[in-house]
């Protein structure tokens, strides 16, 4: 998905676009940048990224810091952690195993 943004900031982005973020049961439509890789130490692959700001989110977590949310996407659902908003309050999210995003697994997908 990165290669429309080459020469950008987002060029290493494995997915941009829309996901829902579910904490304490509702519902909250967001858009998010997300990446991944997988930890050559031990093996296991980790994905991160930032949520834009949302004030719907921002209100369901209050003051809670490294909250246990699931997010879905086009492509699947995980659960991850959402850690403090930066200074432009986008909310870091962060997870390991199976990201929810389409990682390509054949030469031919990458080529």
Not at 89 to 105: C, D, E, L
């Amino acid at each position: 998905m990165s290669s429309g943004f080459a020469g950008s900031p987002h060029a290493g982005s494995d997915y941009i676009g829309p996901a829902t973020i579910v904490v304490h049961d509702p519902e909250t439509p967001v858009l998010v940048e997300l990446r991944g890789y997988r930890e050559p130490i031990d093996g296991i692959f980790r994905w991160f990224g930032r949520i834009r700001p949302s004030a719907e989110l921002s209100s369901a977590l209050g003051d809670e810091a490294r909250t246990k949310v699931a997010i879905r996407t086009e492509h699947s659902a995980r659960e991850g952690f959402l850690g403090d908003p930066d200074p432009w309050r986008r909310f870091q999210i962060m997870g390991k195993s199976t990201p929810p995003f389409h990682v390509p697994t054949e030469l031919s997908e990458v080529e």
